[in-house]
C-alpha cells in the first residue's frame, strides 16, 4: 500500500474529471471547483444516502430545501452577523493573511517564515455579502447563507404545524452554503462555496444529552457502513473555548486526512438557542405546546452537520488503493458500490460492429436501472485498469465467444474474478449485488 497523498487523490481526480478548478481557462478562481461527470455522480450519490439514512428510512424526520438568499434579520437573531468571525493576523513582510487558530507556531509567518511580522488579531467575519435589489445600499444588504440550519429553524413552526409533528423529530435539508474562508485550502476541504448535509433534531430539554449520544453514534457509524476504515475516523469533544456561541456540547467526526486529523462532520447541542433568538426578534412564538402536558416550552436542538464536498473527499481517498497484480501495479477505487460513479461498464473486445451493437444493446438495457458507462477505446487491460481508477465495481465484456453462446464475461472489480453470465441473466446477477 502506498502512502496516500493529497497530491494523490487531487491528481487523479483532475486527470479524470472528478473536479476541475472553476474559471480554469481564466487562470482559475482560488478555493472554487467544478464538478466533472465523475465527480457529478459521487456527490450524487454521497448525498443520495445520506438523505436515504436520515429521511427516507426514519418515521422521525422530514426535508426542507430552503433559500439561499434569507433576510438579514435572520443573521442578525442568529448572531451571525455579530459573532461568526475568525481572528485573521496579515503578515507585514509578505502582506499574507493567516487565521490565528491555525498557527503553529503564532510568532511566524507560515508563508514567507518571518519571524515578528504578523499583526495583532482582528476579526474577520466570514459571510458573503450582496445586494438585493437595483441600488446597494446598506437598506438592501443580505448574505448568501453560511449554514443552512437557520432556513430549518425559520421554518421549524410551519413544517411542524403542516406535518403535524410531535417531539422528537428532526428537519432536514442538504443544500449549497458560503463562507469567505481567510485560509482555503487542501483542495476540496475548505471552500468558500460547499454544500451541507444537514438535520436539526427537535427534543425535548431532558432528552437532550440522550439524543446527543445517539447522533454521536449512528453518525460515526454512517462512514463505517459505507466503507471508510474506522482506524481512520474518530470521535473528539470540543473544549469549552471551542464552543461555539449556541452550544452547550460539540463533538467532531474526525478523519485521519492526508495532513492528519481534521473534521469531517460536527455535532452540536445547539440547546433553544435559535428558537429563542427568534421568537425574541421576529414577534413569533416558536415554543412547543404538549397537549398531554398542557405546556409551553422551548425545544432543543441536537444538530448533525456535514460537509458532502468533505464526505465525498475523505470516501475517495479511504477507497485509494495501489497493489501489485501479476508484477504489475494498478490503482483502484475501492468505493462501496452505493458511491461509485458508475456502477457498470460494457466493454466490447474489439470496435468491429459485430460486437458494438451488442455492447450498445445491453449498456442500454442495464441504464434503466444503473449509471453505466459503455467503454470501447485502448486495449481490454487499459480499459479494465481504467474502471478500476474510477471505481466501477463491474466490468461486463462482449468478446467473439459472446456471439456464439450469447453469455458475457462480468468482473468484479476488488477481487478480479470473472463469471460467464447468459447476456438475459445479466441484470439479474448484478442487481444481486447492486441492489
Not at 120 to 146: A, C, I
Not at 189 to 203: A, D, G, N, P, Y
Not at 319 to 334: P, Q
Amino acid at each position: 500500500m502506498a502512502e496516500v497523498t493529497l497530491d494523490t487523490i487531487s491528481n487523479l481526480a483532475k486527470r479524470r474529471g472528478f473536479v476541475f478548478q472553476s474559471s480554469e481557462i481564466y487562470g482559475g478562481l482560488r478555493s472554487a471547483y467544478d464538478y466533472g461527470p465523475l465527480g457529478a455522480e459521487l456527490l450524487r450519490n454521497v448525498k443520495a444516502e445520506w438523505w436515504h439514512t436520515m429521511v427516507q428510512i426514519r418515521p422521525d424526520v422530514v426535508g426542507l430545501d430552503s433559500a439561499i438568499i434569507q433576510a438579514r434579520q435572520v443573521w442578525q437573531a442568529s448572531g451571525h452577523e455579530e459573532v461568526f468571525t475568525d481572528p485573521m493576523v496579515e503578515c507585514r513582510n509578505c502582506n499574507s493573511r493567516h487565521r490565528l487558530d491555525k498557527l503553529e507556531d503564532p510568532s511566524q509567518c507560515p508563508t514567507c517564515g518571518v519571524r515578528g511580522e504578523l499583526t495583532d488579531p482582528r476579526n474577520f467575519n466570514l459571510m458573503l455579502r450582496t445586494h438585493m435589489g437595483p441600488v446597494e445600499s446598506e437598506e438592501n444588504l443580505v448574505y448568501l447563507r453560511p449554514e443552512t440550519a437557520q432556513g430549518i429553524f425559520i421554518n421549524y413552526e410551519s413544517i411542524r404545524r403542516t406535518n403535524r409533528l410531535k417531539l422528537p423529530f428532526g428537519i432536514a435539508q442538504i443544500g449549497k452554503a458560503f463562507r469567505n474562508e481567510i485560509t482555503p485550502g487542501q483542495f476540496v476541504f475548505r471552500t468558500r462555496e460547499f454544500e451541507q448535509m444537514e438535520m436539526e433534531f427537535f427534543c425535548r430539554p431532558e432528552e437532550a444529552d440522550q439524543w446527543f449520544e445517539y447522533w454521536r453514534e449512528h453518525r460515526f457509524q454512517w462512514y463505517v457502513d459505507l466503507g471508510i476504515d474506522p482506524e481512520n475516523l474518530r470521535l473528539r469533544a470540543h473544549e469549552n473555548d471551542e464552543l461555539s456561541h449556541y452550544s452547550a456540547g460539540t463533538a467532531d467526526v474526525e478523519y485521519r486526512f492526508p495532513w492528519g486529523w481534521d473534521e469531517l462532520e460536527g455535532l452540536a447541542n445547539r440547546t433553544d438557542f435559535d428558537l429563542r433568538q427568534h421568537t425574541e426578534h421576529a414577534g413569533e412564538d416558536l415554543r412547543y405546546f404538549d397537549q398531554e402536558s398542557d405546556e409551553r416550552f422551548f425545544p432543543y436542538v441536537i444538530e448533525p452537520a456535514a460537509g458532502a464536498t468533505r464526505a465525498m473527499f475523505a470516501f475517495m481517498i479511504d477507497a485509494y488503493t495501489e497493489e501489485m497484480v501479476n508484477d504489475e501495479s494498478r490503482v483502484v477505487l475501492k468505493l462501496d458500490h452505493r458511491l461509485a460513479p458508475y456502477k457498470v461498464a460494457v466493454l466490447p473486445l474489439s470496435k468491429k460492429d459485430e460486437l458494438i451493437q451488442p455492447a450498445e444493446k445491453l449498456a442500454e438495457s442495464l441504464r434503466r436501472r444503473w449509471m453505466v458507462e459503455l467503454d470501447v477505446t485502448q486495449s481490454i487491460g487499459r480499459r479494465y485498469r481504467r474502471q478500476d481508477e474510477i471505481g466501477t465495481p463491474w466490468c461486463v465484456t462482449v468478446d467473439f465467444d459472446t456471439l456464439e453462446d450469447n453469455a458475457v464475461t462480468v468482473r468484479d472489480r476488488d477481487t478480479m474474478d470473472q463469471d460467464r453470465v447468459s447476456i438475459d441473466g445479466v441484470e439479474d446477477y448484478l442487481a444481486a449485488r447492486l441492489g
